[in-house]
């Protein structure tokens, strides 16, 4: 319990302080958080940088990134502003879903490095006050894991009930994928095993039993593990699945979900390092997201919203913002310490699945038109800046994602609008080299053949998208993410204070306010391709200075307490409230 008590005291801390905030009239000087507490919630203010070693920075020219070769990277990751690192699956793995297929949880891939070489990343990172998270993968293991090996071998192993079989095909075998129109059933017949075993994703991953309390026991000790390395958090891969209560009658469709593993995850993390945090990857409708984050927080410490980002690029797609504040505002209503995470692209395709088919059919229209830029029959699989194409739009999107209430999120490449290799198979479009400089490879490796392809042609090719160019040129895409990380940093309102919507009177444009501590921010934005002219209300006093944080430019408020703005196409603008 001696890290769970420090949590609650927080949450009534943190209530004290929004609750003073939401009362301008009051005069009562907000409660402090106490510096201890401060550093559990660190993850409130802080800029993620998501990371796939084998594709970043390649040290010893073999054609593969490794841990050595992010390690000399981490000066770059400082410099832009990152906060933590978050790690894709690097254990070892017959690679066959870009080491999602993990074959064993406590080693690491010897493509990658040794084990000296992580423990190397973790102490340079540490120097440099970077935390490093990974993935927990443990929905599934890939069936070369000596776990499933074993299991299908024989019926009397203690590990066949570490995974969930069926004598007899069950009714909705082919009912609940995840990767719909690629994969082509949930339960696959194992001849060696004489049974069906059951597994979400592709059938080369088959799904362990996290009802069996044997299993919930060795994902608590893998845990403890690279903690004890010096891990500092875990993004915990497809949350749903790995919660569900599956047998061979459950309906895929409708599962039960078992969200006390959850809350033990939680406790037992607290419990081995105060400061560590669960970033749950579940892509759920509002009005089922408060379980996973837990009615007090005991749960999820923060999860990617992926309902807002959907309707942030239909907003994007259609200059229209109705749904976007719909979607800010249902999402709303989350525990004082948790956090959602926000982002512009992840490691996967772009999810649309919860916009309506004509709302989705107008992003696919902008953003996707061609078949081959589509997955699952839901999603876009293109990387952000051949996507968006207009510069401007590109910025407006960085602007929203370091204003948005929640933890930013940033996909590696993506600060320097790298492109997408189409001709990949499904996700891998968006997983090619880092692009670092003109030199061969992008600069990623000096070996004859890389892991994957390095991009080298047209508008996105190495020799004009790369991170050495972009930061001898002031006006580029590189610096504007840096300008726009570092002014987050001077902006803690944004992460620890009250925020509302604000009416601009138009459909076309944002306007989001946050309330900490007697500072007060105010963040509009322009999805319209054309000028706009809006009138915001502020509810302060007439002369007060509203002070443009992009340009140090000032503006007063009328009399009325409202100010008319004149923004241009895709224009942005950051205030701070001066009372």
Same mark, same amino acid.
């Given at each position: 319990?001696?890290?769970?008590?420090? #949590?609650?005291?927080?949450?009534?801390?943190?209530?004290?302080?929004?609750?003073?905030?939401?009362? *301008?009239?009051?005069?009562?000087?907000?409660?402090?958080?106490?510096?201890?507490?401060?550093?559990?919630?660190?993850?409130?203010?802080?800029?993620?940088?998501? =990371? @796939?070693?084998?594709?970043?920075?390649?040290?010893? &020219?073999?054609?593969?990134?490794?841990?050595?070769?992010?390690?000399?990277?981490?000066?770059? #990751?400082?410099?832009?502003?990152?906060?933590?690192?978050?790690?894709?699956?690097?254990?070892?793995?017959?690679?066959? @879903?870009?080491?999602?297929?993990?074959?064993?949880?406590?080693?690491?891939?010897?493509?990658?490095?040794?084990?000296?070489?992580?423990?190397? /990343?973790?102490?340079?990172?540490?120097?440099?006050?970077?935390?490093?998270?990974?993935?927990? =993968?443990?929905?599934?293991?890939?069936?070369?894991?000596?776990?499933?090996?074993?299991?299908?071998?024989?019926?009397?192993? !203690?590990?066949?009930?570490?995974?969930?079989?069926?004598? *007899?095909?069950?009714?909705?075998?082919?009912?609940?994928?995840?990767?719909?129109? =690629?994969?082509?059933?949930?339960?696959?017949?194992?001849?060696?095993?004489?049974?069906?075993?059951?597994?979400?994703?592709?059938?080369?991953?088959?799904?362990?039993?996290?009802?069996? !309390?044997?299993?919930?026991?060795?994902?608590?000790?893998?845990?403890?593990?690279?903690?004890?390395?010096?891990?500092?958090?875990?993004?915990?891969?497809?949350?749903?699945? #790995?919660?569900? =209560?599956?047998?061979?009658?459950?309906?895929?469709?409708?599962?039960?979900?078992?969200?006390?593993?959850?809350?033990?995850?939680?406790?037992?993390?607290?419990?081995?390092?105060? @400061?560590?945090?669960?970033?749950? %990857?579940?892509?759920?409708?509002?009005?089922?997201?408060?379980?996973?984050?837990?009615?007090? $927080?005991?749960?999820?410490?923060?999860?990617?919203?992926?309902?807002?980002?959907?309707?942030?690029?239909?907003?994007?797609?259609?200059?229209?913002?109705?749904? /976007?504040?719909?979607?800010?505002?249902?999402?709303?209503?989350? !525990? !004082?310490?948790?956090?959602?995470?926000?982002?512009?692209?992840?490691?996967? %395709?772009?999810?649309?699945?919860?916009?309506?088919?004509?709302?989705?059919?107008?992003?696919?229209?902008?953003?996707?038109?061609?078949?081959?830029?589509?997955?699952?029959?839901?999603?876009?699989?293109?990387?952000?800046?051949?996507?968006? $194409?207009?510069?401007?739009?590109?910025?407006?999107?960085?602007?929203?994602?370091?204003?948005?209430? $929640?933890?930013?999120?940033?996909?590696?490449?993506?600060?320097?609008?790298?492109?997408?290799?189409?001709?990949?198979?499904?996700? /891998?479009?968006?997983?090619?080299?880092?692009?670092?400089?003109?030199?061969?490879?992008?600069?990623?490796?000096?070996?004859?053949?890389?892991?994957?392809?390095?991009?080298?042609?047209?508008?996105?090719?190495?020799?004009?998208?790369?991170?050495?160019?972009?930061?001898? @040129?002031?006006?580029?895409?590189?610096?504007?993410?840096?300008?726009?990380?570092?002014?987050?940093?001077?902006?803690? %309102?944004?992460?620890?204070?009250?925020?509302? #919507?604000?009416?601009?009177?138009?459909?076309?444009?944002?306007?989001?306010?946050?309330?900490?501590? $007697?500072?007060?921010?105010?963040?509009?934005?322009?999805?319209?391709?054309?000028?706009?002219?809006?009138?915001?209300?502020?509810?302060?006093?007439?002369?007060?200075?509203?002070?443009?944080? /992009?340009? &140090?430019?000032?503006?007063?408020?009328?009399?009325?307490?409202?100010?008319?703005?004149?923004?241009?196409?895709?224009?942005?603008?950051?205030?701070?409230?001066?009372?």
């Amino acid at each position: 319990m001696k890290h769970i008590l420090p #949590l609650l005291f927080v949450t009534l801390l943190v209530s004290c302080q929004t609750k003073t905030s939401e009362n *301008e009239s009051k005069k009562t000087p907000p409660v402090p958080l106490a510096t201890d507490f401060i550093e559990e919630l660190w993850y409130k203010n802080a800029l993620v940088y998501s =990371v @796939d070693v084998e594709v970043f920075k390649d040290s010893n &020219n073999d054609g593969v990134g490794d841990f050595k070769g992010l390690t000399q990277s981490l000066d770059y #990751l400082k410099t832009l502003g990152v906060d933590a690192i978050w790690l894709a699956p690097f254990q070892p793995t017959p690679n066959k @879903d870009d080491g999602y297929d993990v074959a064993d949880f406590y080693g690491i891939d010897q493509r990658l490095g040794t084990n000296q070489d992580f423990d190397e /990343l973790i102490k340079q990172a540490s120097q440099r006050s970077i935390r490093v998270m990974m993935d927990l =993968v443990t929905n599934h293991t890939s069936d070369q894991h000596p776990w499933f090996k074993q299991a299908r071998q024989q019926k009397n192993s !203690p590990y066949r009930s570490w995974y969930v079989w069926s004598k *007899e095909r069950p009714k909705k075998w082919d009912t609940g994928m995840v990767f719909p129109g =690629v994969q082509k059933a949930v339960w696959t017949y194992d001849k060696q095993a004489g049974e069906y075993y059951y597994h979400r994703f592709y059938d080369f991953q088959p799904d362990l039993n996290m009802q069996n !309390p044997a299993v919930q026991r060795e994902m608590r000790k893998i845990v403890k593990y690279w903690l004890d390395k010096g891990i500092a958090g875990f993004r915990v891969d497809a949350v749903p699945f #790995l919660i569900e =209560v599956a047998n061979p009658d459950f309906d895929p469709d409708k599962p039960e979900h078992q969200f006390d593993i959850i809350t033990q995850l939680h406790q037992y993390i607290q419990w081995h390092k105060r @400061d560590a945090i669960l970033l749950g %990857e579940a892509n759920v409708d509002p009005k089922e997201q408060e379980p996973f984050f837990g009615k007090d $927080g005991e749960n999820m410490q923060t999860m990617f919203n992926f309902f807002a980002n959907q309707h942030l690029f239909y907003a994007l797609a259609s200059g229209e913002t109705k749904l /976007l504040r719909k979607a800010l505002h249902d999402t709303k209503d989350i !525990p !004082p310490t948790a956090q959602w995470a926000h982002f512009l692209r992840n490691h996967d %395709e772009i999810d649309l699945g919860r916009l309506s088919d004509e709302e989705r059919d107008k992003v696919y229209k902008r953003f996707g038109p061609d078949s081959t830029m589509q997955l699952y029959d839901r999603g876009i699989r293109r990387r952000l800046a051949p996507m968006l $194409g207009d510069r401007r739009l590109v910025e407006l999107a960085y602007s929203m994602l370091f204003s948005l209430p $929640g933890m930013p999120v940033i996909r590696y490449g993506e600060e320097i609008g790298m492109g997408d290799d189409l001709k990949l198979e499904e996700r /891998l479009s968006v997983r090619t080299p880092m692009q670092w400089s003109s030199a061969t490879n992008g600069g990623f490796s000096n070996a004859p053949k890389t892991v994957r392809p390095v991009i080298s042609q047209g508008p996105y090719g190495y020799t004009s998208i790369n991170v050495a160019a972009q930061r001898a @040129d002031s006006a580029s895409l590189l610096n504007k993410v840096t300008q726009l990380a570092r002014l987050r940093k001077q902006c803690p %309102e944004i992460g620890w204070g009250n925020w509302e #919507l604000v009416d601009t009177g138009s459909q076309h444009v944002l306007a989001i306010r946050y309330d900490w501590q $007697g500072r007060s921010l105010l963040m509009v934005h322009n999805f319209s391709p054309e000028p706009q002219q809006c009138q915001i209300s502020t509810q302060l006093k007439a002369q007060t200075q509203l002070v443009n944080l /992009l340009d &140090n430019s000032q503006r007063q408020v009328g009399k009325d307490g409202a100010y008319t703005t004149q923004l241009p196409g895709y224009g942005y603008t950051w205030y701070r409230l001066k009372k």
